[in-house]
């Protein structure tokens, strides 16, 4: 019988390429997703597309308001800042940077993973390409882990660990894009975007839209997409090599 | 100006009586509840009362699901066991164990303390007298405070740490009701009952009223909630001395 694992699955590029990983290294998936009042709704779309298409067992959707905690441009009124360059983008953490939520994503993996029970965790979280989120570098994934198995029944009376899995914590946006297109992701499937336009149009400005277009541009393959015209130079995308 | 402090309260002994240390030592108070599909809806009632008696600054109340996780008699159709005794409670983790449910609010509870922002956060679980939940041990504490502090803006990028307090995870319940009476807890408006009948009145019969009703005969104080007679003997209550 396969091994359950559950994947954090937000329907970006990067959580898409952890759910294939997860699907090839022959785990039965349980996708898990969260509507926490995030500007960007599409991308609940997208996972549920993207859990069907790798026949996940189940697609769990928590509800939950961190509206009212506040603090992030991705939830609240704050604007999401655009055209910011790598040089802004290394400095220091940004307003899209959503207090707590990967330790409160991977919480629930964790209260899944009892039940199920299931001992695997895909998280698709980088830290080479990324904005700077303090919950997306290794040694936070790693004191998680151990947190974990102090905090459950797994941990505590099972002969078994929790692992959690971060695949893509070592690779840069074209790495993740070339491994997910070898594993079977349909990136048009996939959003990215901190502040999409209706009906999931990218913006071609925000940081997140900024990384995956480099991320394709390096990998020369074009983002299969749509973007708007407000922020995209003509070289944002690039040809077909 | 006074320092900030999260403090999870569910409405119960425990939680109330960290609510009362953290005022008597000068804190700010930003009170943390959850409606997350638990059977005792009537310990959220007092969970607000208590917040307003200990003048918080803020009471917010996230409304999550975990039901959808399930596995827990708390929050399930699984029933809640009655009237176990002590040697039957040491024995494993039992069926109204929440999975994660500590590292959950917790989690919640950091994503707040980065937006207040806030240094310190107050949580009331004790484990000698326990249901010998994994999530209520020193070690978990320790350890999810470590994680905190990787996983957050505050703990990367400031000079100071968050830090969790756990002040009666080494003290028994009735050291608990004593230290609570003396800080001012009216334990009238607390509730502890894993499955209370309508109107709040605790069942008398699940560890956690056993527990309770242990805690306040071992104090010599008479317990002021409402107990149904189904479960309860003679001996459960004691005049006050």
Chains 1, 2 share one sequence.
Request: glycine share 8%; with cysteine; hydrophobic share 40%.
């Amino acid at each position: 019988m396969a091994r359950k694992a559950i994947v954090l699955l937000s329907g970006g590029m990067d959580s898409s390429t952890a759910l294939a990983i997860a699907a090839q290294k022959g785990f039965e998936l349980y996708a898990l997703s969260f509507y926490y009042g995030q500007k960007n709704l599409f991308e609940l779309k997208c996972a549920k597309r993207l859990a069907r298409q790798f026949a996940a067992k189940k697609h769990l959707i928590i509800h939950m308001s961190m509206k009212e905690i506040g603090g992030s441009a991705l939830t609240s009124s704050i604007p999401v800042p655009k055209k910011r360059d790598e040089a802004e983008m290394s400095m220091g953490i940004p307003v899209t940077y959503v207090p707590a939520r990967n330790t409160i994503f991977l919480s629930f993996a964790l209260a899944w993973a009892e039940t199920l029970p299931s001992r695997d965790i895909f998280i698709g979280v980088n830290y080479l390409d990324s904005s700077g989120y303090p919950d997306c570098r290794p040694e936070f994934i790693a004191s998680f882990e151990k947190m974990a198995n102090l905090a459950t029944r797994i941990g505590t009376e099972g002969k078994e660990r929790i692992k959690v899995h971060a695949p893509l914590i070592e690779m840069k946006k074209n790495e993740i894009i070339r491994k997910g297109i070898q594993r079977g992701v349909d990136f048009s499937m996939t959003s990215s975007c901190y502040d999409p336009l209706p009906g999931g149009v990218a913006c071609g400005g925000c940081d997140s839209c900024v990384l995956r277009l480099k991320g394709f541009r390096d990998a020369g393959i074009i983002d299969p997409i749509k973007y708007s015209r407000k922020y995209l130079s003509k070289l944002s995308r690039c040809k077909q090599s």
